[in-house]
């Protein structure tokens, strides 16, 4: 056995006993590496962790993620510790709402509801009315009473929304996720032709020209579950490929495909076994979410628990 496998393994025991020292758990979202999955107490996509960071009864949540989910998890639970590996972990899309676009768009249309991605900062869903999840923003945003719809931050799930939901007026904001939005349809077209018994599954952050050639459009939980679920035996996946793991381990027999240029989310790799023990051991890297905006963040993330169940 070489020295890093057994560092690893050490880096494992040790994380183990800490977290049942402090009365901890680990929260990992399917982009996280392979071997913070593995490790993690529960591992699945922002809705399923925003459910559980709710339902859990540890002191301290370790959130293996982006910025703005360990800012979910703090507002749905203000009376836990809650840290993250690595402070610098961001998801550029959470910030692309223009200063001032929320308060223009409420005063140019009556009737409006402003939808929030959960993928969004803290202070976006203070000025929302309601947050939603790749998994669950079509239902939601179907059972509003509103007919305008101002959809932050992604416009590509907003799209996928609006052509969805087309008894609505859904006015698109300009955000991207850059991992998605990079996938090239010539590239996925490369992989059918070479898996041409391939099934093509995509998240709805990508563009519409991938969502064209796709056979099923769903988050990263229904790709996975769809994949477990279908006769198929081969898949090309188009969304970033930390779910790559989970894929294979439910399975084994199943092959599955990415574009040539792997789509690869450098924040969400930043949450390493090193990062992780390191923050468990000195509970560094605390989340804080100041009241006023806790309090005013927590109303539309309450009402999409409310309205997903």
Known sequence: MNHEVVMKAQVKTEIQKLKEEKNAVILAHYYAPDEVQEIADYVGDSFYLAKIAKKSAADILVFCGVSFMGESAKILNPEKKVLMPDFTADCPMAHMVAAGKIEEMRSKYEDLAV???????????????????????????????????????????????????????????DGYCPIHAAISACEVKEEMQKHPNALVLTHPECEADILALSDYIGSTAGIIAYAAESACEEFIICTEDGVEFKLVSDN?????????????CTD?????????????????????VGDDRRAAALVPLDRMLELAR
Do not use: W
């Not at 790749?134 to 929304?161: R, T, W, Y």
């Not at 199943?254 to 792997?262: D, G, L, M, S, T």
């Not at 969400?268 to 804080?288: A, G, Q, S, Y």
């Open 115 to 173: 939808v929030c991605y959960i993928n969004s900062t803290a202070e976006l869903k203070a000025k929302s009315d309601v947050c939603v999840t790749s998994s669950n923003a079509v239902s939601i945003v179907k059972s509003l009473p509103n007919q305008n719809i101002f959809f932050i931050p992604d416009k590509n799930l907003g799209s996928f929304v609006a052509a969805s939901v087309p008894e609505k007026n859904i006015i698109l904001n």
């Open 252 to 264: 084994p027999a199943k092959k599955f495909y990415f574009p040539k240029k792997r789509p690869c």
């Open 268 to 288: 969400m790799k930043r949450n390493t076994l090193e990062n992780l023990l390191h923050v468990l051991k000195t509970e560094e890297n605390e989340v804080i």
